[in-house]
């Protein structure tokens, strides 16, 4: 069974209070508890953690290495704009992995149209809100499985 991690940075455990207009009103729970759903009716196991501190996001990049891990769904939130080392940590663990981004970072400000990760990234989506996870989840799914495409 493949498994996915879902991976979140700083700040998005206050989604739902957190910059609504940006984020959204939807919590971190309820957008995980969907994901949950969707893997689970597609046979996929889903891990998910979230962490404020870069060396936990890294650590839990190598534990997905050591674990098997197919798939990580990503969104390195601030670290997005300055992590050489979490970037670093997904090109030695090679798994393939979907940058997310709930608001629309290329319509925002200029340091936010710089991330350390789309370009080794299988692909970004950005600006749909919690909704985004779910599209990452999708397009996990179709290369798993091309024929539901
Ligand atoms: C974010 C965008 C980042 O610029 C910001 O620092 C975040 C959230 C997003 O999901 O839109 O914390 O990654």
Known sequence: MTTILVLN???LNLLGQREPGQYGSRT???IVSDM???AAACG???EHVQSNSEGALVDAVHE???QGVGYIILN???YTHTSIALRDALLAVEIPFIEVHLSAVSARE???QVSYFADIALGVISGFRGEGYLLALQAIINRIDPERE
């Open 9 to 11: 940075g700083p700040n």
């Open 28 to 30: 971190l729970e309820d």
């Open 36 to 38: 949950r759903e969707f």
């Open 44 to 46: 996929l196991q889903l």
């Open 64 to 66: 997905a290495g050591r």
């Open 76 to 78: 390195p939130a601030g």
């Open 110 to 112: 200029p340091f936010r």
